[in-house]
């Protein structure tokens, strides 16, 4: 089992920045992969950045060059860094882990709204 706690969301201004964290506790020994999704009104959950046990990282096209993610080497903490934000960035900001048998876990989400 593995728990999630984000933090971080809030209301932001078209250009401004705001940083997400997620607290991971429980099995977190066998964490392969730890990552962000996000899912706007009427729309399905899409994934937006991933950061892999060996470093690698991935970002979903909308968000090069803007989010950065991040983990700490305990793999204890993953942060998201959004720089840039335009209303269409406007969503519940979901953390996730993914373990290496392949188990996928979720935390709570936290809404990141940006305004015009």
């Known amino acids: 089992q593995v728990q999630l706690v984000e933090s971080g969301g809030g209301l932001v201004q078209a250009g401004g920045s705001l940083r997400l964290s997620c607290a991971a506790s429980g099995s977190i020994f066998s964490i392969e992969a730890m990552g962000w999704y996000r899912q706007a009104p009427g729309k399905e959950r899409e994934f937006i950045a991933t950061i892999r046990s060996r470093g690698n990282t991935i970002y979903t096209d909308s968000v090069k060059g803007r989010f950065t993610v991040s983990r700490d080497n305990a793999m204890r903490m993953v942060t998201l860094q959004m720089n840039s934000l335009k209303p269409e960035d406007t969503a519940v900001y979901f953390c996730?882990?993914?373990?290496?048998?392949?188990?996928?876990?979720w935390g709570q989400g936290t809404q990141v709204t940006v305004s015009v």
């Open positions: 996730s882990v993914v373990l290496s048998s392949g188990k996928q876990y």
